[in-house]
């Protein structure tokens, strides 16, 4: 036996995965934005240490 929704509990399911479509998109997107920082602070610490690393004296 299969349940026949109404239309307003059809529109109400949409409207909770809607909801969360939403959600999750918005929490993509900090993820995304704390990783770019992440990597961004990686990248400079790597420079920087490619700095202090080219001062350093050579031995041949």
Do not use: C, W
Not at 11 to 32: S, W
Not at 37 to 60: C, F, G, H, Y
């Amino acid at each position: 036996m299969s349940k026949k929704f109404s239309n307003r509990e059809i529109a109400q399911g949409v409207g909770f995965a809607a909801t969360g479509i939403h959600e999750a998109l918005t929490y993509l997107g900090i993820v995304k934005k704390v990783i770019e920082k992440t990597e961004r602070i990686v990248a400079r610490k790597n420079t920087v240490s490619d700095s202090e690393i080219d001062e350093l004296p050579r031995t041949a």
